[in-house]
């Protein structure tokens, strides 16, 4: 179905190479993972797949790539649109109309499908994706995990034999996620649907996938199974990280697998760990019967807590539940509250300037909307002057957390996880006494991961600091938070350690949580600590 023959492909300007002499043959109901580092060009090869590169972004390609027997070289990405649906990393980037509804239609309309058969389709999509509840609401109004399924489904609907899809479930909670991944990979077994897909969060799609694609980000590649590319790969889920730290000689690729091979060693009689509550120092952000209401529905309802100095308090729920509406009223960004919000001791809607940078960093789902430099080096530049910092401070905080970024390179040429590593270095480099981060790890790799959860550790152990984030990464609550909320329809449903939170919840319980059940371990690093006690 899709053949890439000898193909290489360079940027201009750029110091490396995207891919280097690429062979790859993708049959017709497949469905291929494509993983590698931040920045490595995945989006790049899914971009190839329909010609979006090089007719719109440019480059330099050799070789051929060719679907369903035609060749991208001599047609342009609108005659593939029939064969070819694709999904990007930013949903609200591709949406063209104002309506669920309207955009669901919209593809169909081009292809002069008749009106009889558009319904049809549209019924069984919002069906297919539980958007039924959605149909009528304006897509601006919809959370990103909303949006991102409203955006699989204008895909779907227009019946294309490829799909290709770049981080599908970036911005989806668990539940969804699943069954996201559930419906594609019954449409590869039942409609032979050739899927590929790009992702950063293996451990929820690599159970699906038949074959993984490896770019190691130096224009190499590497093709195998799940467990080839799993032996040896240092990009891994959880339990593959698990089954090397235990020793094992096989490496499972889901929990039903793992839990099968670690059957010995759950067994055995463990010194549970004793997990000290934290002593509850100044409050540092104090919210008292706070209601968040739109125009069609209520965000928030009769919302109180209150967040410590030196806390980090991981905000979770459904896509919609209102995390982000909650963290736009901490940032003080949001209008339409009412009730009591207090961010260290003053209203952050009357914060203004320089007393605002100090007392709030606030990074939105979409980092860009804090960036306006032509280059990456002038917005850090920026930064470092805005903020009355020693020059080169917000360059290094980048390079830690996202390293290899040429300073030249635009903004909006970044890859999503770049342009968040570097929205969050101008922000951190402000020093401002609460973070507020809105799904902080979309497009982040494990390691860049690891480097946010040492940056953010680091930062909510220093004096008067505290860290805010909503998210769905079940793995990275289990690294970093100290405390979770679980927010249901605005409502707070569950206020507790991370510990007692996460096992709770069977759904948004973490890989290792699940594979050495009853064990209350969360992370690789608990199950080793409990065996060395032993």
Same mark, same amino acid.
């Given at each position: ?60 390609? *050799? ?28 949903? &609200? ?22 009106? !009889? ?19 009528? =609401? ?16 204008? @895909? ?8 290709? &899809? ?17 419906? &594609? ?73 793992? =839990? ?19 002593? /509850? ?17 209520? *965000? ?98 980048? #390079? ?13 040429? &970044? ?31 494990? /390691? ?13 152990? #220093? ?15 289990? !690294? ?24 709770? #919840?069977? *759904?948004?319980?973490?890989?290792? @949580? ?21």
């Amino acid at each position: 179905m899709i053949k890439f023959s000898n193909v290489s492909l360079v940027y201009p300007n750029s110091t490396k190479t995207v891919l280097e002499d690429l062979n790859l043959e993708i049959s017709e109901g497949e469905m291929v993972l494509v993983i590698g580092p931040t920045g490595s060009g995945k989006s790049s090869l899914l971009r190839l797949i329909n010609g979006l590169v090089p007719h719109h972004t440019g480059g330099i390609l *050799a070789g051929d790539v060719s679907v369903d027997g035609i060749s991208t070289q001599l047609v342009k990405p609108g005659g593939m649109s029939h064969l070819i649906g694709i999904v990007g990393q930013n949903p &609200l980037n591709g949406f063209v109309t104002d309506t669920v509804e309207e955009e669901l239609a919209f593809g169909m309309e081009n292809l002069n499908l008749s009106n !009889d058969v558009m319904r049809k389709r549209v019924e069984e999509v919002l069906d297919l994706l539980s958007l039924a509840p959605l149909r009528a =609401r304006t897509i601006a109004t919809l959370s990103g995990g909303e949006q991102q399924r409203v955006a699989i489904g204008a @895909a779907l609907v227009t019946h294309p034999k490829v799909l290709v &899809l770049d981080e599908p479930t970036s911005a989806l909670d668990p539940i969804a996620a699943e069954e996201v991944l559930s419906i &594609l990979q019954r449409l590869v077994h039942d409609l032979s649907l050739t899927v590929v897909i790009a992702e950063h969060k293996l451990e929820r799609v690599i159970q699906f996938a038949d074959r993984i694609v490896y770019i190691n980000g130096h224009g190499e590649t590497k093709v195998g199974t799940p467990e080839q590319i799993m032996l040896d790969s240092p990009i891994a889920p959880p339990i593959v990280h698990l089954a090397r730290a235990l020793g094992l000689k096989d490496i499972g690729t889901t929990v039903r697998e793992m =839990r099968r091979l670690t059957h010995e060693v759950r067994g055995k009689n463990y010194h549970e760990a004793t997990h000290e509550v934290s002593p /509850q120092t100044s409050i540092s952000i104090k919210i008292d019967n706070l209601k968040v209401n739109y125009a069609d529905h209520v *965000a928030v309802n009769a919302f109180s807590t209150e967040i410590y100095n030196n806390e980090i308090v991981a905000l979770m729920g459904r896509n919609g539940a209102g995390k982000s509406s909650l963290l736009k009223a901490i940032a003080g960004i949001s209008k339409e509250v009412s009730g009591g919000v207090g961010v260290v001791g003053s209203n952050p809607q009357n914060l203004k300037g320089k007393e605002r940078l100090e007392c709030i960093g606030y990074i939105p789902q979409e980092p860009s909307d804090l960036l306006y430099g032509q280059s990456v080096a002038i917005e850090c530049e920026q930064a470092d002057v805005d903020n009355e910092i020693n020059p080169g401070t917000t360059a290094k905080l980048l #390079s830690q957390l996202v390293p290899g970024i040429s300073g030249d390179t635009h903004p909006r040429e &970044l890859s999503e996880g770049q342009r968040l590593g570097l929205a969050l270095s101008v922000v951190l480099s402000s020093n401002p006494k609460v973070l507020i981060l809105d799904e902080p790890t979309r497009g982040l790799d494990y /390691q860049a991961k690891r480097e946010l959860v040492s940056i953010l550790v680091s930062f909510a152990k #220093s004096s008067n600091k505290c860290v805010v984030l909503a998210t769905h990464d079940v793995e990275l609550v289990a !690294d970093l938070a100290t405390r979770v909320i679980f927010i249901a329809d605005g409502e707070k449903v569950a206020d507790g350690s991370t510990l007692d939170v996460l096992l709770s #919840s069977p *759904a948004f319980a973490p890989q290792v @949580a699940k594979v050495m059940s009853p064990h209350p371990w969360l992370r690789v690093s608990d199950v080793t600590a409990a065996i060395e006690k032993l």
